[in-house]
């Protein structure tokens, strides 16, 4: 359903207008999808984070190895990225152990057994053939002003 309405999402043309709420919450900005993997639990993750975040610093202070990244132009995108691996793995999707979960949450997990294709790989498969510009375009909070008024 998110997949779904992710790709939906991105269908619309650019507008500052109609995207004004969503770029002041910074989904039009950069984001990185990424892979990473708790050898301890026998786990990967795959996430999404704005680039100019520090989760990935804190989910790998937790004893997690970074496997994989992809900077993709915006939030959308990234969501529609993350859903295509979800679905990938989803036979061996299983709940991390609290110690990770307390950190990294408790979906976007699979156990040992199935190798991801990488990102690169996926987003090619999966949403190379997008030709709205919505697929392409990143907007800084900084280029938006909200109007109160």
């Known amino acids: 359903m998110a997949v779904a309405y992710a790709r939906d999402r991105l269908t619309d043309s650019a507008s500052l207008d109609k995207w004004m ?68 793995v989803d036979e061996y999707r299983v709940e991390p152990p609290l110690w990770i979960a307390q950190v990294a949450g408790a979906t976007e997990f699979w156990r040992d057994g199935f190798e991801l294709p990488s990102l690169q790989q996926v987003f090619e498969t999966t949403c190379g053939a997008e030709t709205s510009d919505s697929w392409k375009t990143s907007i800084a909070r900084s280029e938006a002003t909200v109007d109160d008024h």
């Open 21 to 88: 709420r969503e770029i002041t919450d910074g989904w039009w900005e950069p984001h990185v999808v990424y892979v990473i993997r708790y050898g301890e639990a026998k786990i990967s993750k795959v996430g999404l984070t704005n680039v100019n975040s520090s989760r990935l610093r804190m989910l790998t202070q937790i004893g997690g190895e970074l496997v994989d990244t992809l900077q993709v132009p915006n939030r959308w995108v990234a969501r529609v990225l993350e859903g295509e691996c979800l679905t990938l």
